[in-house]
């Protein structure tokens, strides 16, 4: 599957500085093989009444853990996350290119298939 890793410098140091300031929400995942938490800022996009999150780099770990526990938590209220097949994706993707903006640009040039990023819906839990 197609995969941008992040630099060393966003892993490390962006990440954390953008969860500090609050760019984008973060994202609380479970990880597969440690099962602790891990917390990336992400930028969800609403399309038609649901709340969906957008893989920009494609096959990234958040998206692995995702898939093994769907539980998650985006700033502070807890859903259960639901892969949208990829031909559904279009219209997701658009929307959260248009919120996004420019900065997310690169990724699609790089990763142009809507099959190459995963999306998918939440679902609150109580």
């Not at 985006?74 to 997701?92: C, M």
């Not at 997310?104 to 190459?116: C, I, N, Q, S, T």
Request: aromatic share 8%; charged share 25%; no cysteine.
């Amino acid at each position: 599957m197609a995969y941008l890793k992040p630099p060393w410098f966003t892993a490390r140091i962006f990440n954390p500085i953008a969860m500090t300031v609050r760019m984008g929400e973060p994202l609380t995942v479970t990880t597969r093989r440690t099962k602790r938490p891990q917390r990336i800022p992400v930028i969800p996009v609403d399309v038609g009444g649901s709340r969906y999150l957008v893989s920009t780099r494609g096959e990234s770990e958040w998206v692995k853990n995702l898939r093994v526990d769907p539980h998650l938590t985006l700033g502070a209220t807890r859903f259960v996350a639901t892969e949208i097949p990829a031909q559904d994706r279009q219209p997701i993707i658009t929307a959260y290119r248009e919120k996004a903006g420019r900065s997310v640009e690169g990724y699609f040039r790089k990763l142009p298939h809507e099959a190459d990023h995963p999306v998918f819906v939440l679902t609150p839990r109580g």
